[in-house]
């Protein structure tokens, strides 16, 4: 059982759509992170919330703390958008959903 | 400043061998962490630390060793290498304080034991 699942697991876009990756977490948290891993393996902290919205860039992330859930939005994506996104909860300590690959196709 | 760094970035030991995983930063950050990452699997947290002197277990941390001396290091030991621990480890460091939890992640090394 995982603390943490994200959906999709797998999603191929076009240039220029929208897209939303989704969180949900079973634990109480005090805060959920968003975090980006580029094909070289580098991770990169994008967001961290516990409550509401947050926006930078084309980036949107919100949480709705009651339904434990969480969306990564991503708008006009493009091909450097293309990693895996990851979604991970600080409970007690912190855990790691399994991560979202996403490919952005020209 | 570099931010964290760890060494070495690849590794290839064999059964039985024991290694020291090196991570620095330079953040002042009080709290610091190992993960491993294995194929198709979330990161999971091995041990951590919230200041010099200070670690505890996190969710995998059989066949590990740490310590913090330092604010700045953290080093993870493998005493007995053995297969299972082939996997990506990541260290990571965070600021604790007005509730910003915010990670920043080493560039990971990667450890086949054969």
């Known amino acids: 059982k995982n603390e943490v699942e994200q959906s999709p697991q797998n999603l191929t876009a076009q240039e220029g759509e929208f897209i939303t990756i989704n969180c949900s977490y079973s634990?109480?948290?005090?805060?959920l992170h968003w975090l980006q891993q580029h094909p070289g393996g580098g991770i990169v902290s994008l967001f961290m919330l516990s409550s509401g919205k947050k926006k930078h860039g084309r980036l949107i992330a919100t949480i709705n703390i009651q339904e434990k859930h969480s969306s990564l939005h991503i708008t006009a994506s493009h091909p450097r958008d293309s990693a895996v996104y990851i979604c991970?909860?600080?409970?007690?300590?912190?855990?790691f959903g399994t991560g979202t690959s996403l490919t952005v196709i020209p | 400043n570099a931010g964290v760094t760890q060494t070495p970035k690849f590794r290839i030991l064999k059964i039985g061998q024991s290694m020291t995983l090196q991570c620095a930063q330079d953040m002042n950050h009080n709290y610091m962490y190992w993960y491993r990452q294995d194929p198709g699997m979330g990161l999971k947290l091995i041990y951590y630390s919230v200041g010099a002197g200070i670690t505890d277990k996190g969710e995998v941390p059989n066949g590990y060793n740490v310590s913090r001396s330092t604010t700045e290091d953290f080093p993870l030991r493998l005493e007995l290498a053995a297969p299972s621990q082939t996997s990506v480890y990541f260290c990571?460091?965070?600021?604790f304080g007005q509730g910003s939890y915010e990670q920043y992640f080493g560039p990971g090394t990667r450890l086949t034991v054969t």
């Open positions: 634990v109480g948290i005090s805060a």
């Open positions: 991970a909860v600080r409970s007690h300590q912190f855990y």
């Open positions: 990571a460091s965070s600021y």
